[in-house]
């Protein structure tokens, strides 16, 4: 495209949810705040974002959600008890997560969705283009997926959403992208989505995963949506509106990504996840492979 889009520097991360499948752990605890070996999961997420470079962070929280905010804040106890010690690595770790982002905060309220979500997103993005990151979804920060997201968005206008193929049995658990190809191996033209489909109806098996780059006309479409399965107001059929008429944000694009994904909304994934991530540290990795390997071939 001929014109200049405006550059991206915004992304919202919706955190408000209840994290039931985590209970007990996270009857007082938010789920984001588990933590992915010695980091919570929405650390992650907002290294990500700052990666590729989005330095303006609005979190949507709800109640009890509190220690999300208490992270990313300054902690002059800790880090004045850590400097009397001399710990100066534990230090700068617990410094990390104060100067990553400007972050910003806003109550969701009624837990209506993620269409709703984003919506209460709108007064702080305004008329620009912004991001959305699902907590539940972490991108190994090896793999460049919103980088490029950014980059597809940056020059081709419209939204983009992140895709990933999944096995015709699991369909149902995802948004569902009908795609077409263009002259770009990882880049599909989005011409409609659905929702959660039966996996007999669904027209691929291209899934959408937690990662969105999308056009301000959204929250028009947002404002008039209708609640729709399960009682939400889905993200997914504002994003289908816009597919299926460009003249409204511009088109959809999808980029298809083949990277490293842990999907920590899951007791399982999470799991893995963790036993992923630590396998590969440095300081962690070769006694933690030493311990893992001994622990399947005699425990197992």
């Given at each position: 495209m001929t014109q200049s889009l405006p550059r991206i520097s915004k992304a919202v991360i919706p955190a408000a949810g209840l994290g039931t499948r985590f209970l007990?752990?996270?009857k007082a605890t938010p789920k984001e705040m588990l933590p992915v070996v010695d980091k919570p999961a929405i650390q992650y997420v907002v290294e990500e974002a700052v990666k590729a470079g989005l330095g303006?962070?609005?979190?949507?929280?709800g109640r009890n959600k509190r220690p999300l905010e208490d992270h990313f804040d300054r902690n002059y106890e800790l880090e004045e008890a850590l400097t009397r010690k001399g710990d100066e690595e534990r230090l700068s770790k617990v410094r990390e997560s104060n100067d990553l982002a400007?972050?910003?905060?806003?109550?969701?309220g009624d837990p209506r969705g993620l269409g709703h979500a984003v919506l209460c997103?709108?007064?702080h993005v305004g008329e620009q283009p912004f991001a959305v990151l699902l907590g539940d979804d972490l991108i190994d920060p090896r793999d460049a997926l919103l980088s490029r997201m950014v980059e597809v968005r940056e020059r081709e206008g419209g939204s983009v959403v992140a895709l990933m193929e999944v096995e015709p049995s699991q369909i149902g658990l995802y948004g569902c992208a009908a795609v077409e190809a263009t002259v770009d191996a990882d880049v599909v033209k989005v011409r409609d989505l659905v929702e959660k489909p039966d996996p007999g109806e669904a027209p691929s098996n291209?899934?959408?995963?937690?990662?969105y780059v999308l056009d301000p006309a959204v929250f028009g479409i947002l404002r008039e949506t209708e609640p729709g399965r399960?009682?939400?107001?889905?993200?997914?059929?504002a994003l289908q509106k816009l597919a299926q008429d460009e003249r409204i944000g511009g088109p959809v694009h999808g980029v298809?990504?083949?990277g490293r994904r842990y999907d920590t909304g899951d007791r399982g994934d999470y799991l893995r996840a963790i036993v992923r991530l630590a396998c590969e540290r440095e300081d962690l990795g070769p006694d933690f492979r030493t311990w893992l390997r001994s622990y399947v071939s005699e425990e197992m």
């Open positions: 007990p752990a996270t303006d962070v609005l979190m949507i929280t400007t972050m910003h905060y806003v109550r969701q997103a709108a007064p291209y899934a959408v995963i937690g990662r399960g009682g939400e107001i889905q993200l997914t059929d298809v990504f083949k």
